[in-house]
Nanobody
Framework: QVRLVESGGGSVQAGGSLRLSCAVS????????MGWFRQAPGKEREGVAT????????YYADSVKGRFTISQDNAKNTVSLQMNSLRPEDTAMYYC??????????????????WGQGTQVTVSS
């Protein structure tokens, strides 16, 4: 079983930055996919970014390319999401998720096996 715990959410004005972190523990594969997703009230959960741990290859949704950066810290078993130039439409609950598979360029929530509890990000105009 894989356990994920997010941290780092908060409130910021448009144009600001936030950094989210996800601590990973439990029975993971030696190399696996980690994703960040978000869900705004009344909307479906959508994928934001993914990373294949070890290799470090990344994949982003078009809506966040150039603004968000996903990264890993293997020593600390954490995956982070640096969010810059935040917009009000980025407001959502953000979740990290684990996918025990080789192919990571996928942003479909159903393809991920384990989820964190979420952390709220609010961007005001």
């Amino acid at each position: 079983q894989v356990r994920l715990v997010e941290s780092g959410g908060g409130s910021v004005q448009a144009g600001g930055s936030l950094r989210l972190s996800c601590a990973v523990s439990g029975n993971t594969y030696s190399s696996y996919c980690m994703g960040w997703f978000r869900q705004a009230p009344g909307k479906e959960r959508e994928g934001v970014a993914t990373i294949r741990t070890g290799i470090g290859s990344t994949y982003y949704a078009d809506s966040v390319k150039g603004r968000f950066t996903i990264s890993q810290d293997n020593a600390k078993n954490t995956v982070s999401l640096q969010m810059n130039s935040l917009r009000p439409e980025d407001t959502a609950m953000y979740y990290c998720a684990y996918r025990g598979a080789y192919y990571c360029d996928i942003l479909t929530p159903l393809s991920y096996d384990s989820w964190g509890q979420g952390t709220q990000v609010t961007v005001s105009s």
